[in-house]
């Protein structure tokens, strides 16, 4: 999920929404399956609810331009071939798909509840408070998903989708723990089940804050954008050596010129 599933890139770790890449045949039809018309569901509801800010509903846009011209100008595909641009970047261990579902909880599930839960009991600072970070994730998502089926963009273009979003979602974040921990009060007489709603949404704020800081500082920008870059250059170097092969070769097999003998020079 958004900065360690998607990295992942296997079919598995997609179905499970994250960080990050693989190919559903290079059509954008073919990757809109169950979870992104689901993840395109919760965007329209988000955008229409008029709970997310507009500086957040205008960031997809500016991102998606903006790896569209990464993807143009600075690191063009070099390798069409979809089997290669779809394969794994970055596999992780046992370990590391704990520590992704662990995240996909985390940002997203109990975030999700949260916000239905503050539906259901009409509070709508719960609700105006962890709206803007769903919206952002479920864009992440399905930006990912669809970006890993197509052969146009290289490998740290797909590497800086999740770094974008995530690096926007942190200040994002750091607003929901402001309304929740300095904006929210209880009043003296609550009820245990108000207790427990009000600290549910205070630990679930810290958890995303420090979630997202591990995915960021400890797995996006130290592993996984390298090992991007890494393999990108690797695939150019290797397409330009055969290149270059290819250019010294063809003047060796090409067949030698026929001189005209003295005999045919007369003859003219």
């Known amino acids: 999920m958004s900065g360690a599933t998607l990295a992942m890139g296997s079919e598995s770790t997609k179905s499970k929404l994250y960080p990050e890449l693989s190919s559903s045949g290079g059509s954008v039809m073919g990757s809109l399956r169950v979870i992104e018309l689901q993840l395109v569901a919760f965007i329209m509801v988000f955008s229409a609810s008029g709970l997310v800010p507009l500086f957040d509903l205008a960031f997809p846009a500016f991102a998606s331009i903006y790896i569209l011209a990464l993807s143009r100008f600075a690191f063009p595909n070099h390798n069409h071939n979809k089997n290669a641009s779809s394969s794994e970047i970055f596999r992780g261990s046992t370990i590391f798909r704990a520590y992704v579902i662990v995240g996909t909880t985390i940002g997203l599930f109990l975030p999700l509840a949260y916000v239905l839960g503050g539906f259901a009991r009409g509070d709508d600072h719960a609700v105006r408070s962890a709206t803007p970070h769903l919206f952002l994730l479920s864009f992440q998502i ?63 704020a810290m958890a995303n804050l420090v979630y997202f800081s591990v995915n960021l500082f400890g797995f996006l920008i130290p592993r996984f954008l390298p090992r991007a870059f890494e393999r990108y250059f690797k695939e150019r170097d290797e397409i330009c050596a055969k290149t270059l092969e290819d250019n010294r070769s063809s003047p060796v097999n090409k067949p030698p010129l026929q001189s005209q003998s003295p005999d045919d020079k007369k003859k003219d």
């Open 142 to 204: 399905l930006t990912e998903n669809v970006i890993s089926g197509l052969s146009l963009f290289s490998a740290p273009v797909r590497a800086l989708v999740p770094l974008l979003y995530t690096v926007r979602r942190m200040f994002v974040v750091l607003d929901w723990i402001r309304d929740v921990w300095l904006h929210k009060t209880l009043p003296a007489n609550a009820h245990y089940k108000d207790v427990a709603w009000y600290w549910f949404g205070r630990s679930l």
